[in-house]
C-alpha cells in the first residue's frame, strides 16, 4: 500500500460544501481518506476519498441526492470479499449498508402462527452476512441457507452475484428484491423478472431488502448439515487468512483451480501475494502484498493457462479504484 503521508486530497476532498453538506447527513461517521485495506477481506486497497456507514433508507435517500447534486462517484460495498481495491484507491464516496440494513425479521416454526404448512418468507437486510443468516435461520427452525455458512459475503452482494455453494444458489430461495435506484426511487423486482445463473444475479439498482422462501425443518437436523459442509468447505479451501474467495470462474465444463494447478502455479508469487497451495483458485496476501501484486499474478496464471489449456480464465472478482505508484512499477516490469 501507498505511505498514507503521499496521499494528496482529491477535488472531492478539498470541496468544503460537499464535505459539510456529507457530515449534516451522516455526522462523525463520515470518514476521509480511508483505507480500504480496513475493510476488505483481501486487507488490500488505497484510500476511499469518502466512506460512509450508511444506518437507514432515509439517509441512503440523502446521500443519493447529494450524489447526484454534486455529480459524485459512488461505490456500494457489502463484506469486502470477492473484492480487490487498487492501490491508488477509490474516488467519490463509498457506502456500507448497516444499522436498518443489518435486519433480519424471521417467524421460524416456533414464532407465532405459519403462513403455510411448508415454508417461511423472511425478509434480511442488504447488509446481513450469509454466515450469520444461515445460524438464525436454522436455530428458527428453517431449511434452505445451510450451504452458505461458509460464504463470507453479504446477502445484497450475493443476489448480484448469485453466490452458490454445494450445487445450490441463493438466486433458487429469493420471492423478491427490493432495491433503489440512483434516483432514490424505491422499487420490488420479483424473482421470475430476474435471471439468475452461474455468478450471474440482479443488476439493477441498490439492494436494500430480500425475501426468502425457506423450508421447516428440525434446527439439530439444520445446524449438523451446516456443520458438515462447512467442515467439507474449510478441508478444500483456505477460508482463514487474507484472500478476496475464488479469484476466476470456472469455465463451462472445467473447473478454474484445476487448471491453474495443471499449468504448474500453485505456490506462485509476487510480491507477497500468492496463489494459495489449498485451492489454486484463491489469492493469498501472505504479508504486505499490493493490488499491483495482485493483478501482477493474475496476468501471469491467465498468460499461463491460457498456454496450457487454450482457455480463457474470466475473473469472479470485482476490480475496482485507481492505480497507485505501486501498479505503474509493476506494470513497467511484466
Same mark, same amino acid.
Given at each position: 500500500?501507498?505511505?498514507?503521508?503521499?496521499?494528496?486530497?482529491?477535488?472531492?476532498?478539498?470541496?468544503?460544501?460537499?464535505?459539510?453538506?456529507?457530515?449534516?447527513?451522516?455526522?462523525?461517521?463520515?470518514?476521509?481518506?480511508?483505507?480500504?485495506?480496513?475493510?476488505?477481506?483481501?486487507?488490500?486497497?488505497?484510500?476511499?476519498?469518502?466512506?460512509?456507514?450508511?444506518?437507514?433508507?432515509?439517509?441512503?435517500?440523502?446521500?443519493?441526492?447529494?450524489?447526484?447534486?454534486?455529480?459524485?462517484?459512488?461505490? %456500494? &460495498?457489502?463484506?469486502?470479499? +470477492?473484492?480487490?481495491? #487498487?492501490? *491508488?484507491?477509490?474516488? @467519490?464516496?463509498? /457506502?456500507?449498508?448497516?444499522?436498518?440494513?443489518?435486519?433480519?425479521?424471521?417467524?421460524?416454526?416456533?414464532?407465532?402462527?405459519?403462513?403455510?404448512?411448508?415454508?417461511?418468507?423472511?425478509?434480511?437486510?442488504?447488509?446481513?452476512?450469509?454466515?450469520?443468516?444461515?445460524?438464525?435461520?436454522?436455530?428458527?427452525?428453517?431449511?434452505?441457507?445451510?450451504?452458505?455458512?461458509?460464504?463470507?459475503?453479504?446477502?445484497?452482494?450475493?443476489?448480484?452475484?448469485?453466490?452458490?455453494?454445494?450445487?445450490?444458489?441463493?438466486?433458487?430461495?429469493?420471492?423478491?428484491?427490493?432495491?433503489?435506484?440512483?434516483?432514490?426511487?424505491?422499487?420490488? %423486482? &420479483?424473482?421470475?423478472?430476474? +435471471?439468475?445463473?452461474? #455468478?450471474? *444475479?440482479?443488476?439493477? @439498482?441498490?439492494? /436494500?431488502?430480500?425475501?426468502?422462501?425457506?423450508?421447516?425443518?428440525?434446527?439439530?437436523?439444520?445446524?449438523?448439515?451446516?456443520?458438515?459442509?462447512?467442515?467439507?468447505?474449510?478441508?478444500?479451501?483456505?477460508?482463514?487468512?487474507?484472500?478476496?474467495?475464488?479469484?476466476?470462474?470456472?469455465?463451462?465444463?472445467?473447473?478454474?483451480?484445476?487448471?491453474?494447478?495443471?499449468?504448474?502455479?500453485?505456490?506462485?508469487?509476487?510480491?507477497?501475494?500468492?496463489?494459495?497451495?489449498?485451492?489454486?483458485?484463491?489469492?493469498?496476501?501472505?504479508?504486505?502484498?499490493?493490488?499491483?501484486?495482485?493483478?501482477?499474478?493474475?496476468?501471469?496464471?491467465?498468460?499461463?493457462?491460457?498456454?496450457?489449456?487454450?482457455?480463457?480464465?474470466?475473473?469472479?472478482?470485482?476490480?475496482?479504484?485507481?492505480?497507485?505508484?505501486?501498479?505503474?512499477?509493476?506494470?513497467?516490469?511484466?
Amino acid at each position: 500500500m501507498e505511505d498514507p503521508k503521499s496521499w494528496v486530497p482529491t477535488k472531492w476532498v478539498r470541496n468544503p460544501r460537499l464535505v459539510e453538506r456529507l457530515r449534516a447527513i451522516v455526522g462523525l461517521r463520515l470518514k476521509i481518506n480511508e483505507p480500504m485495506s480496513r475493510h476488505t477481506s483481501f486487507k488490500i486497497g488505497g484510500p476511499a476519498d469518502f466512506f460512509v456507514e450508511i444506518e437507514s433508507e432515509a439517509e441512503l435517500k440523502d446521500v443519493l441526492e447529494l450524489i447526484r447534486d454534486h455529480n459524485l462517484p459512488g461505490f %456500494i &460495498l457489502g463484506g469486502g470479499t +470477492n473484492l480487490l481495491v #487498487r492501490d *491508488g484507491g477509490i474516488r @467519490g464516496l463509498t /457506502l456500507r449498508p448497516t444499522g436498518f440494513f443489518n435486519k433480519i425479521d424471521i417467524r421460524g416454526r416456533d414464532k407465532g402462527e405459519r403462513r403455510n404448512e411448508k415454508s417461511e418468507i423472511i425478509k434480511v437486510g442488504a447488509g446481513v452476512s450469509l454466515p450469520r443468516l444461515s445460524r438464525e435461520a436454522a436455530t428458527a427452525g428453517l431449511s434452505g441457507l445451510e450451504f452458505t455458512a461458509g460464504i463470507p459475503g453479504r446477502i445484497g452482494g450475493a443476489v448480484k452475484l448469485n453466490a452458490s455453494a454445494f450445487g445450490k444458489s441463493i438466486g433458487e430461495l429469493i420471492k423478491w428484491v427490493r432495491v433503489a435506484s440512483p434516483a432514490g426511487e424505491e422499487k420490488l %423486482i &420479483l424473482a421470475e423478472d430476474i +435471471n439468475f445463473t452461474y #455468478r450471474h *444475479g440482479l443488476k439493477e @439498482g441498490i439492494v /436494500l431488502e430480500v425475501g426468502l422462501e425457506l423450508s421447516y425443518g428440525e434446527p439439530s437436523k439444520i445446524k449438523r448439515q451446516m456443520h458438515e459442509l462447512l467442515a467439507r468447505k474449510k478441508a478444500a479451501q483456505p477460508l482463514s487468512g487474507r484472500n478476496a474467495g475464488c479469484i476466476f470462474l470456472n469455465p463451462p465444463g472445467n473447473y478454474a483451480g484445476a487448471l491453474i494447478e495443471k499449468a504448474g502455479l500453485k505456490g506462485s508469487c509476487v510480491g507477497q501475494a500468492k496463489v494459495s497451495d489449498k485451492h489454486a483458485n484463491f489469492i493469498q496476501n501472505i504479508g504486505k502484498a499490493t493490488a499491483a501484486d495482485v493483478l501482477k499474478l493474475i496476468k501471469i496464471i491467465k498468460s499461463r493457462v491460457k498456454d496450457y489449456s487454450g482457455i480463457d480464465l474470466d475473473l469472479e472478482i470485482t476490480v475496482v479504484g485507481e492505480e497507485g505508484l505501486g501498479d505503474q512499477r509493476q506494470e513497467a516490469v511484466i
